[in-house]
């Protein structure tokens, strides 16, 4: 009866205005950098890049899946998979149902398989509009078993991170899908498998300390947030201001942490590239000589 | 003793009323021992009631007192033979973790733990037990040697978490606890982690992949500290109380969330109230997780590590033409 009551509380709540503003809709945007004014329509062309700046918008994993793979090629995994609330959390599965809604999505990653430039893989998208992108359970088992499914097929895998780090309503379950997530990578790398991981706006916390951090490359998207800790406890810690670039994939890149930072616009190409150089390991070219 | 916690005060004020009685009794020669035994239960009474029903977050406060025993505490108690050795090989050494080899009942072991100060002095100088991106690549440098030479690797948790600061973003914070994670799930030798005091999220994770999770009575262990947590989830900070309760951050929260395979008792009133004896008691825990892990193969030793922290999850899979009830699937095959 106690539930019940919430419940019909929190049906009352529509999530703010500040969430909203990163779903791409309506008719114009402005640029949070250089504040300039643009059509949607014309954005979406551009890959949702301001024109006059370079900012890349942020977008949920639906739009990345449409603009990253070959047209029609791709398929979801699990997409039915959900939270249970481990921890009897307070609200948890109410913030869950309004992240669904809000985003069309049952949890804060995508994954599937598709063809990208003709090569296939196993992927996996991030996004930050549901839960800010946290792992809990759901995020972790999902990664895992997308790990598992390209090492029997041997296919590489690609990760796209969007997150906040771990999901604090699952508590030490969301700290453990950290060394889930690593455990199958490992295995995936030992058998010679292909893990290319790419940080998007933000990547930080757990997920940023376990598998974005672990591709046998590490690309970013320009002015990415990247770190372990928040900025805020980082200059409440040590009593000093950072520099504007602090955590940034420029600033990530500079300190050797990085291998690239790849605008939008040429993601495609280059992993296109990447992924041809490995094409059946990478070795069989030479050995067959 | 150390100070002592609102929660010890009633026993404090007892054990005080019995040296005053005692210290009469001697003064004025008379004898008052029924009243002084009757006292006497009365305080192992109050002990056993106080410390046997510790919340959460008496618990935390337990975990936090600044002498309760660490890792250097405890390694001359547990091993013999131990050898320090330091720094990363890349950078520098992280003295917020202390790492070596020793021996374990006369068999060889690596040592890892997380090391905090047992004064101001020396937490400046451990910085609190909140290690870089060094600390941990010495961690894993000599988990590898262990891994080289066949020999079980033991580590123990206490920490607040990874340094949150420039120089440990600077330098790959993430990548460092990533990198751990990633390489302690291949491992072919035993690792058994203990949680000796605080488990804050990744910083503590980062020497936690183990076979065996043991962990203290009143240690915590969690995805983030409960002032963290209530900072985050209720933006404010005071309710931490409430966040070591909700979070399930005790030893028996995890014991049955399925996180730890064993709860290691802790002596009355915790472990500072006697090392010698607590240490015996995880000395007895370790030689049992031994016993255990040692039937097993090599690749038998990783894969158990590897299939335990596969199944931690919670979650259901909502099948299809069914919007109201929702089916339960643990299974971890692909369907």
Redesign the interface.
């Known amino acids: 009866m106690k539930d019940f009551f919430t419940k019909k509380k929190k049906y009352a709540t529509v999530p703010s205005t500040k969430a909203r503003q990163d779903v791409p809709e309506g008719i114009v945007r402005k640029c949070p950098k250089c504040k300039k004014i643009m059509y949607v329509k014309e954005l979406s062309k551009h890959l949702f890049v301001c024109q006059s700046c370079g900012y890349h918008y942020p977008i949920g994993a639906h739009d990345r899946a449409e603009m990253l793979f070959d047209q029609d090629s791709y398929v979801e995994?699990?997409e039915?998979?959900?939270?249970?609330?481990?921890?009897r959390?307070?609200n948890y599965m109410n913030k869950l149902e309004s992240d669904r809604k809000k985003t069309g999505l049952?949890e804060a990653v995508w994954t599937g398989k598709g063809t990208i430039e003709g090569f296939e893989a196993a992927v996996a998208i991030m996004d930050k509009g549901f839960r800010m992108g946290s792992m809990g359970?759901?995020v972790?088992?999902k990664i895992?078993?997308l790990i598992?499914?390209a090492d029997k097929n041997g296919i590489p895998v690609i990760i796209f991170s969007a997150s906040g780090g771990?999901?604090?309503?699952?508590?030490?379950?969301?700290?453990?899908?950290?060394?889930?997530t690593?455990?199958?990578?490992?295995?995936f790398?030992?058998n010679g498998g292909l893990y290319i991981s790419i940080m998007t706006h933000p990547t930080t916390?757990?997920v940023?300390?376990?598998?974005?951090?672990?591709g046998d490359y590490n690309f970013a998207e320009p002015g990415a947030l990247?770190?372990?800790?928040?900025r805020r406890?980082?200059e409440q810690?040590?009593g000093?201001e950072?520099p504007d670039d602090?955590?940034t994939a420029e600033f990530l890149l500079k300190?050797?942490?990085l291998d690239q930072v790849i605008p939008r616009s040429e993601l495609r190409t280059v992993l296109g590239q990447v992924l041809s150089i490995h094409v059946g390991g990478g070795a069989e070219e030479w050995d067959r000589n | 003793m150390g100070p002592e916690l609102d929660f010890e005060k009633p026993i404090l004020e007892l054990q005080e009323k019995i040296s005053e009685l005692k210290k009469f009794m001697d003064e004025k020669g008379i004898d008052l021992s029924d009243e002084l035994n009757h006292l006497q239960e009365r305080l192992a009474d109050l002990e056993k009631d106080t410390y046997g029903s510790m919340t959460p977050w008496e618990r935390v406060r337990v975990a936090r007192k600044l002498n309760r025993p660490t890792t250097l505490d405890y390694i001359p108690l547990l091993f013999t033979d131990f050898i320090e050795c330091h720094g990363d090989r890349l950078y520098g050494d992280d003295p917020a973790i202390v790492a070596g080899i020793a021996k374990f009942h006369g068999r060889p072991v690596t040592v890892i733990g997380e090391q905090r100060g047992r004064d101001t002095k020396e937490n400046i100088m451990r910085n609190f037990g909140s290690p870089h991106p060094e600390g941990y690549r010495k961690a894993l440098r000599l988990m590898k040697q262990a891994d080289k030479f066949h020999r079980p690797i033991i580590t123990f948790i206490d920490t607040k978490g990874?340094?949150?600061?420039?120089a440990?973003?600077?330098?790959?914070?993430?990548?460092a606890?990533?990198?751990n994670?990633?390489?302690?799930?291949?491992l072919s030798v035993p690792v058994i982690c203990v949680v000796i005091g605080e488990g804050a999220?990744?910083g503590a994770?980062?020497i936690?992949?183990g076979n065996h999770i043991l962990m203290l009575e009143n240690a915590w262990?969690?995805?983030?500290s409960p002032e963290g947590?209530a900072a985050?989830?209720w933006k404010d900070a005071g309710k931490a109380e409430e966040a070591a309760k909700?979070?399930?951050?005790t030893g028996s929260d995890?014991k049955k969330?399925g996180?730890i395979d064993k709860l290691i008792p802790e002596v009355l009133g915790g472990a500072h109230h006697d090392p010698k004896k607590q240490a015996e008691f995880i000395d007895q825990a370790l030689i049992e997780s031994f016993e255990e892990l040692s039937q097993l193969t090599a690749d038998q030793v990783r894969n158990q590590?590897?299939a335990k922290?596969?199944a931690?999850?919670?979650?259901?899979?909502?099948?299809?033409n069914q919007t109201n009830q929702?089916i339960f699937s643990y299974s971890?095959d692909?369907q």
């Open positions: 995994f699990d039915k998979m959900v939270s249970l609330n481990p921890l959390f307070p049952n359970s759901v972790g088992e895992t078993r598992e499914y771990a999901r604090m309503q699952e508590g030490v379950l969301s700290l453990m899908q950290m060394a889930k690593s455990g199958a990578l490992k295995t790398s030992e916390g757990g940023s300390a376990s598998f974005a951090s672990l990247i770190g372990f800790a928040g406890i980082i810690t040590i000093e950072l602090f955590q300190h050797g942490q | 990874a340094f949150p600061g420039k440990a973003e600077e330098r790959g914070q993430s990548e606890i990533a990198r994670l990633f390489e302690m799930s291949g999220s990744g994770l980062a936690g992949v262990y969690s995805v983030i947590a985050l989830l909700t979070m399930k951050i995890l969330l996180i590590r590897l922290y596969r931690i999850g919670n979650y259901e899979t909502v099948q299809e929702l971890s692909r």
